[in-house]
């Protein structure tokens, strides 16, 4: 799981959404808030067009891991969350939404939503990849 991350983009008016799948934890916040836009069961899976680009870049701001991310055609991104707050989960997780700056295998990223490994056993330090204790 190394090497630089891997982002799908997938565009639509208004609006281009991205995915990074080995950050995605199946929270299932996204197929089921907009299932006319993301259906797994489907190629290509995400479909922005499905939806006003308010409404999809509201149901991206939902994924905690930050595996979707969206950009406004007019250059408008998600605006972290003031104060940042962090959630520890009963299995250690750490969720994380705020202005956030993390240090990761390739190199300082900004961040405004992230589930953070609480373990130590992650392979995607320091992002939850559900290898270890804290991502059962």
Known sequence: MSGAPRQKAYQAPGITVTFEARRCL?????????????????????????A????LAEMVRRCPSGALRYELADGGRETPDRPT????????????????SLDTREGTQDETRAVLCGCGSSRLQPYCDHSGPCGQ
């Open 26 to 50: 199946h929270a299932t916040e996204c197929v089921n808030g907009l299932p006319e836009v993301f259906d797994a069961s489907r190629r290509p899976w995400i479909q922005p067009a499905a």
């Open 52 to 55: 006003p680009a308010d409404q």
């Open 85 to 100: 707050h962090i959630t520890r989960t009963s299995a250690g997780q750490l969720i994380v939404r705020g202005e956030l």
